[in-house]
């Protein structure tokens, strides 16, 4: 059909056309697609680091010194979080950080439900203690 003699001139003209331009822009399309994944992908393991870097600052004591850096650690951690941070837990990681110890929160619990959940980035299934959690069968 495609070069039938009883075709217009003017419709293969345009199946040329056509042709040509899915040719060219099938390939743009896949670069742009394959770009916005690889972006989204380096977000996402940027963000992660971030957190790292945030809750080690709010896991150290804090001091006048640390003040400035220690609200910068709590707007990283709320600007990641799915779940916007209330202004009393933000006033509280500011001035205590983060002290599992004195939580009262049951860490192996806490960390079982963190490593069961389905995370974009698979970083946080290869943190130590997700490792630990599935040695020990759970």
Request: aromatic share 6%; net charge neutral; hydrophobic share 40%.
């Amino acid at each position: 059909m495609a070069d039938s003699p009883t075709l217009p001139l003017a419709w293969l003209k345009f199946q040329a056309i056509c042709v040509v331009t899915a040719s060219l822009a099938v390939p743009i399309v896949i670069a742009i697609i394959g770009n916005a994944y690889t972006d989204a992908q380096k977000h996402s393991e940027v963000s992660v680091r971030y957190v790292e870097l945030a809750t080690s600052i709010l896991k150290s004591p804090p001091t006048e010194e640390n003040k400035a850096l220690r609200t910068w650690a709590v707007e990283v951690l709320d600007a990641t979080s799915p779940v916007r941070l209330t202004l009393h837990v933000k006033e509280e990681l500011s001035k205590d950080g983060i002290q599992p110890d004195r939580s009262g929160l049951d860490r192996e619990a806490i960390w079982e439900l963190m490593c069961q959940m389905e995370w974009k980035n698979s970083e946080m299934t290869k943190h130590p203690e997700c490792d630990r959690y599935k040695r020990k069968g759970k």
